[in-house]
């Protein structure tokens, strides 16, 4: 541990004698300072707290991701070309040690870096929140909704699949499939019309969202639900309805007059609800005009527990943060390990556009790839396909225990950032990927001769 | 080199080596080393000579791990030159120092020191031992980046030293160093062989080599075109010289007389001169019995105690 520490202290000197951190430094803290003066929110205080977190913090973690890779790749592909580590690899180092250090030095450096940027945009949100600059109500309306942490309630999942089959086969029955329509394209159609048709909500109807297991609920706090609706009426005209909110034999109804496309939150009492059991929200349409009421089924309705403070999230947020930093650096080393600069910076951007990419790359795995021309021929053969389909399963394999959560979107929006995710991201990000990214360099740096050019 | 030398075990030995350099479609470009062989046993100090280009640094790049050769085989300390655990007894100067320019004297050697598993207290007391061997204690403070190319040099060298080896490998060890410099470098490793330590260098400063090296092979287009000790390859058997002590003029005549009665023929007569290096070392000490403010590098305090030890058994 001695040679990595003194590697890792090595690279630490480098960025500030170089110059390199003090002027990351400068750069953030003008960042964090200068940019809410620079942007005009919407005049409320919510909107300054987007603007900080979201923005501002945002900017300065697109700085030090940057300034990571870069520095990744330049701590290894540069010392190679400039010789110096010749003098290194002739002493008792394994190259997992000199990999080590290398990433350990710039760990520390950007936990340093972010815990500031982290510090003064806590201090800033502070010195904003103080009294009595404040408007009391707008402080409480935002300690409720934003400077929270909430935990999303799973609702039990609408199953249209089987329904969906049966209209599929009804239709084909009645020969009304259309010739130029594939079966599964008539399936996924008739899929979306079940599901919106379950999402809607008849006038004088109700449409119900189950909650099995919403885990503990502090009766002290109120239930959030944050929802959003469009109707059958163009516009954004107003829709009377009522919200029910029932456990076991209790329930709590909340009028409301809510006006279609806007986003709003509700905040209904739990303290007169039993404590165990399953939850269920309903939403009533009462509206005296004969208006349908549509909910998206994906976000249409938000229900949302609190599950702590900001303060404790916001930390965890920025362990998020820290863990992706951890990754970046990783991957710039690993490929300042492989490759000499620039060529180091573009492999590392292109694997890191892999990462961001592997939820589509999840999805185009379903069913082999198919690359049609616009007269409809097919520009690859069946066994192209499957290799692509395979290609990117493997891709999308390797990337996708890489998605993070969206930690500044969730701060922003009073979402809890739970342990458990943290610890997963901690834990992939910051040992399971680098260890492996650590063993590949080794492997390559063993074999390749270090006195060649870079 | 001692004498029992010859019985010990070698501490490098380089069994028909050879070096191709290839291009990126891996064609042949340039052979830089052929059919090399040679080995250097403990106290002894061998050199490797010949101009540029000639594969000297190739040779050493091979014994270092720096470069691995595409025929024939290295043995250091009895295994492949890639073997990071035998890495702790080599000391290696390269042709350029390649250090850290923003790293102190000071934090330059305790980073080697530290590659080299050495406690703080160690790494301290040899630093400092060091420092005041290389003549830049005065300078412990000063980024590497800010010195001259002799100071660097020095430093290089310090380095190479850090862990106390037992086979030193020095690539053109007093390059930049001014005379004063060469003189301490060529007595450092002299001393370092009395200790029996094997000490390699490649130089193309034939004095340097002839004043330090027990054996020494030259290389020319990467090929071995000669080797063995200084004494045999250079010393004329046929043509002895005499050394006399303080004579009187009427003695060397008579001298000279006997001489040419019994050769048949006159002798060359000749009077031996203090050579350039030691009258400019005796130069330069008068001169800095005066000054005692260095602003580069200072008169060395002697070889580093720590490297100074009982030669080993």
Request: aromatic share 6%; proline share 7%; with cysteine.
């Amino acid at each position: 541990m001695r040679k990595v520490w003194a590697i890792a202290k090595l690279t630490l000197r480098g960025a500030m004698r170089s110059r390199v951190a003090p002027l990351l430094f400068g750069l953030l803290v003008a960042v964090i300072v200068g940019l809410p003066l620079t942007i005009r929110g919407d005049g409320t205080l919510s909107g300054e707290v987007q603007i900080l977190v979201r923005y501002t913090l945002g900017l300065a973690m697109l700085i030090l991701s940057l300034a990571a890779l870069w520095a990744g790749c330049a701590s290894v592909s540069l010392e190679w070309q400039s010789k110096k580590l010749q003098l290194v690899a002739t002493k008792p180092l394994h190259p997992f040690e000199l990999w080590l250090g290398k990433w350990l030095g710039l760990v520390l450096l950007n936990a340093v870096l972010l815990a500031v940027a982290g510090s003064v945009t806590a201090a800033l949100l502070r010195w904003r929140l103080r009294e009595p600059l404040a408007d009391p109500a707008r402080r409480g309306e935002l300690l409720a909704d934003i400077l929270v942490a909430r935990r999303p309630l799973a609702p039990e999942p609408v199953d249209v699949d089987a329904a969906a089959l049966a209209r599929l086969e009804q239709a084909r029955g009645l020969g009304r499939l259309p010739p130029d329509v594939s079966p599964g394209a008539a399936f996924e159609a008739f899929r979306q019309a079940l599901r919106t048709e379950a999402f809607s909500v008849a006038p004088g109807g109700a449409r119900s969202w189950r909650y099995p297991q919403p885990g503990p609920l502090d009766p002290g706090h109120p239930l959030s639900l944050r929802f959003r609706f469009s109707c059958s009426t163009p516009g954004p005209v107003r829709v009377a309805g009522a919200w029910v909110v029932r456990r076991g034999d209790a329930d709590v109804r909340v009028d409301t007059n809510a006006v279609a496309t806007t986003p709003h939150v509700l905040h209904v009492p739990l303290r007169d609800l039993p404590q165990e059991g399953a939850l269920t929200v309903e939403y009533r349409n009462t509206d005296s005009e004969a208006v349908t009421v549509l909910f998206s089924p994906d976000d249409g309705l938000e229900t949302l527990a609190r599950a702590g403070s900001f303060g404790p999230n916001y930390a965890r947020g920025l362990l998020l943060l820290f863990g992706q930093l951890a990754l970046l650096a990783a991957l710039g080393i690993t490929a300042g390990s492989l490759f000499s600069m620039p060529v180091a910076a573009f492999v590392s951007g292109f694997v890191l556009l892999m990462i961001q990419m592997a939820g589509d790359l999840a999805s185009l795995t379903a069913r082999p790839i198919t690359l049609v021309s616009h007269h409809g021929d097919a520009l690859i053969g069946p066994r192209a396909a499957v290799f692509f389909q395979w290609v990117f399963r493997l891709l999308g394999s390797v990337a996708s225990p890489l998605q993070v959560p969206d930690a500044l979107g969730r701060l922003t929006t009073g979402i809890l950032v739970s342990w458990a995710e943290t610890g997963r991201v901690l834990l992939t990000h910051g040992l399971i990927y680098p260890i492996l990214l650590a063993g590949l360099a080794a492997w390559i740096m063993r074999r390749r001769e270090m006195a060649l050019a870079g | 080199m001692k004498p029992e030398a010859h019985e010990t075990p070698p501490v490098l030995r380089v069994e028909n080596a050879g070096k191709v350099f290839r291009d990126f479609w891996r064609r042949p470009r340039i052979r830089a080393v052929q059919d090399l062989s040679f080995e250097v046993r403990p106290g002894e100090v061998f050199g490797l000579l010949g101009p540029n280009g000639s594969g000297k640094s190739t040779t050493l790049k091979m014994i270092v791990g720096l470069l691995r050769p595409t025929e024939g085989r290295l043995h250091v300390l009895g295994a492949p030159p890639t073997d990071v655990s035998r890495k702790a007894r080599i000391g290696y100067l390269p042709e350029d120092s390649y250090l850290y320019p923003y790293l102190t004297c000071e934090e330059t050697l305790d980073f080697f020191g530290s590659l080299f598993r050495l406690p703080r207290a160690e790494r301290r007391a040899r630093t400092a031992q060091l420092l005041d061997m290389i003549g830049l204690r005065h300078a412990r403070r000063r980024p590497v980046g800010e010195f001259s190319k002799g100071m660097a040099r020095r430093i290089g060298l310090a380095q190479a030293l850090i862990n106390d080896p037992d086979l030193i490998i020095l690539d053109e060890p007093t390059s930049g160093l001014d005379p004063l410099g060469c003189r301490q470098v060529k007595d450092l490793i002299l001393t370092l062989a009395r200790r029996g330590k094997a000490v390699l260098l490649s130089s193309h400063l034939l004095a340097d080599i002839e004043d330090v090296c027990d054996r020494i092979a030259i290389l020319f287009n990467g090929r071995l075109q000669a080797i063995g000790s200084i004494r045999d390859l250079l010393e004329e058997r046929d043509r002895p010289r005499v050394t006399l002590p303080a004579v009187t003029p009427e003695q060397l005549r008579a001298i000279l007389a006997a001489l040419k009665a019994q050769l048949g023929r006159e002798p060359e007569l000749d009077y031996p001169r203090r050579n350039l290096e030691r009258f400019f070392l005796e130069t330069v000490a008068r001169a800095m019995n005066q000054d005692t403010e260095p602003s580069g590098a200072a008169p060395s305090e002697g070889v580093a105690p720590y490297l100074d030890g009982p030669p080993h058994a």
